[in-house]
């Protein structure tokens, strides 16, 4: 394979915190080896539109520690047609790009297939998405960030939930994966976590609510994923209350928030480490996957198996949470 010279790199689909940090590390990596790296605004659509300059060290200087994308992000109908297809690599080549680095979640790598399959051009993808619901990674960039502000806003919840003897229901992002309300309910001690992945016994849930009552347990919080398969903190709300008219229950949806802020430690890291990575993939003929980490050590997953694979919730966790929220 001859060595590429020029990499386009783009973020696409929801933002997440790391994404700059990310960025930084394809920019940074790229440059040191001799290559010039090509910043594409606005994912696909900017790259059907054309919208691409050449990035150099300083574009990336002082963005380490900043939440969304100085690159912008957005979702292309376009992008899913022959014709915007073929506008994005006519556009590729215009600016001499031989390969991509892609940043974001199952709807990016999902648009990559039939694209690279047409045009084959050298692409790595990074996973930047909170809901961390792709296969090939145990984390992916701007969960831990996410999961956090959740924790946050949910201990805050719960000191009103205890000055008034209040029922919170807290609904947390998650339209297809349940992992930020697993792990920010475990962290918070809810008594109740419901996710997409898992059937919801309603009944389950007014039953532990009405024991919760009869032991004089004051203080109940349920935190629902927004995919959960009853709906969300509204949907719930209206059920609880129906069945216990005189509880005093609020609810609250902590929505964007959860994608905001400035990344975490843990975040910083995985991006970094994922953004060197995918350069150097690409300088070695590994293209057409996901760089991931498993155990701590860097892995790459062809994109076909990332967007059909799964992140099964472990049942241990389960087995667990159910005990601990006792």
Same mark, same amino acid.
Request: glycine share 10%; with cysteine.
């Given at each position: 394979m001859a060595a590429i010279k020029n990499i386009g790199i783009l973020t696409s689909g929801g933002d997440s915190p790391g994404m700059n940090a990310a960025i930084r590390a394809v920019v940074r990596t790229g440059i040191y080896h001799g290559i010039d790296i090509y910043g594409i605004r606005r994912g696909y659509q900017g790259m059907i539109e054309g919208d691409i300059f050449k990035m150099e060290t300083t574009d990336v200087s002082n963005i380490i520690q900043r939440g969304g994308t100085i690159l912008k992000t957005a979702r292309s109908n376009d992008f899913m047609t022959m014709e915007g297809m073929e506008k994005a690599y006519g556009q590729l080549n215009k600016h001499k790009i031989e390969a991509l680095v892609l940043i974001g979640g199952d709807g990016t790598f999902r648009g990559a297939v039939d694209f690279f399959e047409k045009y084959t051009i /050298?692409?790595?993808?990074? /996973?930047?998405?909170?809901?961390?619901?792709?296969?090939? !990674?145990? %984390?992916?960039?701007? %969960?831990?960030?996410?999961?956090?502000?959740?924790?946050?806003?949910?201990?805050?919840?719960?000191? !009103?939930?205890?000055?008034?003897?209040?029922?919170?229901?807290? *609904?947390?992002?998650?339209?297809?994966?349940?992992?930020? #309300? &697993?792990?920010?309910? &475990?962290?918070?001690? #809810?008594?109740?976590?419901?996710? /997409?992945?898992?059937?919801? @016994?309603?009944?389950?849930?007014?039953?532990?609510?009405?024991?919760? *009552?009869?032991?004089?347990?004051?203080?109940?919080?349920?935190?629902?994923?927004?995919?959960?398969?009853?709906?969300?903190?509204? *949907?719930?709300?209206?059920?609880?209350?129906?069945? %216990? /008219? &005189?509880?005093?229950?609020?609810?609250?949806?902590?929505?964007?928030?959860?994608?905001?802020?400035?990344?975490? %430690?843990?975040?910083?890291?995985?991006?970094?480490? &994922?953004?060197?990575?995918?350069? @150097?993939?690409?300088? !070695?003929?590994?293209?057409?996957?996901?760089?991931?980490?498993? @155990?701590?050590?860097?892995?790459?997953?062809p994109f076909k198996n990332v967007i059909k694979g799964d992140s099964p919730i472990n049942s241990d966790m389960l087995e667990m949470i159910a005990i601990l929220s006792k």
């Open positions: /050298p692409a790595v993808g990074i /996973p930047g998405t909170i809901d961390k619901d792709l296969a090939g !990674t145990d %984390f992916t960039i701007g %969960f831990d960030t996410a999961v956090n502000t959740a924790v946050e806003a949910i201990d805050k919840i719960r000191d !009103t939930a205890e000055a008034h003897d209040r029922l919170f229901i807290i *609904e947390v992002m998650g339209r297809d994966a349940g992992y930020i #309300a &697993l792990n920010s309910g &475990l962290a918070c001690g #809810a008594e109740d976590i419901l996710i /997409p992945e898992q059937v919801t @016994n309603i009944e389950d849930v007014l039953n532990r609510i009405d024991s919760d *009552e009869r032991r004089k347990k004051t203080v109940h919080i349920i935190v629902v994923a927004e995919g959960d398969d009853y709906g969300g903190a509204k *949907e719930f709300y209206a059920i609880i209350k129906e069945r %216990f /008219p &005189l509880l005093d229950v609020r609810s609250c949806v902590l929505g964007h928030i959860q994608r905001g802020g400035s990344p975490s %430690f843990a975040d910083r890291i995985l991006a970094s480490r &994922l953004g060197y990575a995918a350069v @150097n993939a690409l300088r !070695t003929g590994n293209t057409q996957v996901m760089a991931g980490i498993i @155990n701590g050590g860097i892995v790459f997953t």
